[in-house]
């Protein structure tokens, strides 16, 4: 963890391991795709030292994903919704913007919604769709089969 990028700020870039980690072929595959512990556990995390460089690079990779995804699968998007601890990580942020020129970054905040609520948020509106037993997943983001409600309501002592 780093804190408003305080440690990332004093590294610099490591454009080889960057570039060595941004040939991984998963970043190329079309959506839906998900990703877990088994691409992004432990081993994966040894690939940084644990260095303002390794945290410097961390973040610029963090962006260089996301930028790639706005841009191969984005649908010529001009603006990005940014939220969740990485808005507070200027290092990051900056790098989104210079991978994303000509697409407007906006906090969440700008929607009356604190950036920090992002799972909170997410789990109320799974929450209220379960309980209204409506379907809460988007096949076509997830790969699930058909469209369901997620969760259950369960009552007990």
Do not use: C
């Amino acid at each position: 963890f780093d804190r408003g990028g305080r440690i990332a700020r004093q590294g610099r870039l490591d454009r080889k391991l960057l570039n060595e980690l941004l040939r991984d072929p998963y970043y190329a595959r079309r959506p839906p795709k998900s990703a877990g512990r088994e691409q992004y556990g432990s081993e994966f995390v040894r690939r940084f030292p644990a260095t303002p460089d390794g945290l410097h690079t961390a973040a610029a990779f963090t962006a260089a994903t996301v930028a790639e995804g706005v841009i191969r699968f984005g649908g010529g998007a001009t603006e990005l919704i940014v939220s969740g601890g990485g808005v507070h990580h200027p290092v990051l942020m900056a790098y989104l913007g210079g991978f994303l020129p000509g697409v407007t970054l906006r906090r969440m905040e700008e929607f009356g919604v604190s950036a920090d609520a992002k799972e909170a948020v997410a789990f109320a509106l799974l929450a209220v769709e379960t309980w209204y037993r409506r379907a809460a997943n988007v096949p076509s983001a997830t790969g699930a089969r058909r469209a369901v409600p997620l969760g259950q309501i369960a009552w007990g002592d």
